[in-house]
T-cell receptor
Framework: DSGVTQTPKHLITATGQRVTLRCSPR?????VYWYQQSLDQGLQFLIQ???????AKGNILERFSAQQFPDLHSELNLSSLELGDSALYFC?????????????FGPGTRLTVL | AQKITQTQPGMFVQEKEAVTLDCTYD???????LFWYKQPSSGEMIFLIY????DQQNATEGRYSLNFQKARKSANLVISASQLGDSAMYFC????????????????WGAGTKLIIKP
């Protein structure tokens, strides 16, 4: 158990809908990262927050948004969902975003868009 | 050019044998970290081991060790006495100091190696 929690574990929804994925980082970690992993693909970095502020953006679509709250939990909002958004979404956390810092991953949320 | 290369898309290994998963990297930055993660079929991403570019010794964590050959830019994962539960995808990843605050030292991922342990 990495100490990072994600809810829900599974999510099935229809095209055009909006969903919210939630992440709680490990105790003491200030940095939260969101990743998308499509079937048989590597991880695509979406966005990173550090202590409530957006720090870096990766390949995040405009239909997606995220935020990190004062209690450090984070939410990833996916809207106008398309079939291609079906993927495993990971949240990871780390203490300080340096080159030597290890990211610990949550169990992921498996999103299926029908 | 690929920054992280994992040349073995898949491997079959007999249970109890040692296995080496290859990872080569490309960077001109003297400061970098190398990470290995395991992803079983259940989907979670599990951190295994870390090696820093300035570390003099090869990293070890239980049955996992990292064969770090800096001059060859190689960071192979060695699993000793493999078990059926080691069957999974294994990803090598790197962070460079030159990634800097703007990119926030993003992890650069390899394509992964699918390891299957045969009983």
């Amino acid at each position: 158990d990495s100490g990072v929690t994600q809810t829900p574990k599974h999510l099935i929804t229809a095209t055009g809908q909006r969903v919210t994925l939630r992440c709680s980082p490990r105790s003491g970690d200030l940095s939260v990262y969101w990743y998308q992993q499509s079937l048989d693909q590597g991880l695509q970095f979406l966005i990173q927050y550090y202590n409530g502020e957006e720090r870096a953006k990766g390949n995040i679509l405009e239909r997606f948004s995220a935020q990190q709250f004062p209690d450090l939990h984070s939410e990833l909002n996916l809207s106008s969902l398309e079939l291609g958004d079906s993927a495993l979404y990971f949240c990871a956390s780390s203490t300080n975003p340096t080159w030597a810092d290890t990211q610990y991953f949550g169990p992921g949320t498996r999103l299926t868009v029908l | 050019a690929q920054k992280i290369t994992q040349t073995q898309p898949g491997m079959f290994v007999q249970e109890k044998e040692a296995v080496t998963l290859d990872c080569t990297y490309d960077t001109s930055d003297p400061s970098y970290g190398l990470f290995w993660y395991k992803q079983p079929s259940s989907g979670e991403m599990i951190f295994l081991i870390y090696q820093g570019s300035y570390d003099q010794q090869n990293a070890t964590e239980g049955r996992y060790s990292l064969n770090f050959q800096k001059a060859r830019k190689s960071a192979n994962l060695v699993i000793s006495a493999s078990q059926l539960g080691d069957s999974a995808m294994y990803f090598c990843a790197m962070r460079e100091a030159s990634g800097g605050l703007d990119s926030n030292y993003q992890l650069i991922w390899g394509a992964g190696t699918k390891l299957i342990i045969k009983p």
